[in-house]
């Protein structure tokens, strides 16, 4: 079993940055894939962005050039930089590991975006 913590959510104005990281108990170098999701109020779930094993990345449309994903397999945690924010970025931020047929869900950090 793997638990996924994640950290560094806040409160930030607009064109503003902010630095997301998911700690995992365990590996992640096993996961297949590791990704950042987000849930803005009313909305369904989307992908942010996501990392396989292998380093090849996946972005929504609505945060390429903007955002980046990153892992450090040491440390077992995977981060996200956010850059440029805007008020539509506002969400709950949760992370996400793949492995095999399993899925991990970390309990999500709030990201709000307002002047």
């Known amino acids: 079993q793997v638990q996924l913590v994640e950290s560094g959510g806040d409160l930030v104005q607009p064109g503003g940055s902010l630095r997301l990281s998911c700690a995992a108990s365990g590996s992640i170098f096993s996961m297949n894939v590791m990704g950042w999701y987000r849930q803005a109020p009313g909305k369904q779930r989307e992908l942010v962005a996501s990392?396989?094993?292998?380093?090849?990345?996946n972005y929504a449309y609505s945060v390429k050039g903007r955002f980046s994903i990153s892992r450090d397999n040491a440390k077992n945690t995977v981060y996200l930089q956010m850059n440029s924010l805007k008020p539509e970025d506002t969400a709950v931020y949760f992370c996400?590991?793949?492995?095999?047929?399993?899925?991990?869900w970390g309990q999500g950090t709030q990201v709000t975006v307002s002047s």
């Open positions: 990392m396989t094993s292998g380093g090849s990345t």
């Open positions: 996400n590991g793949q492995r095999g047929p399993y899925t991990y």
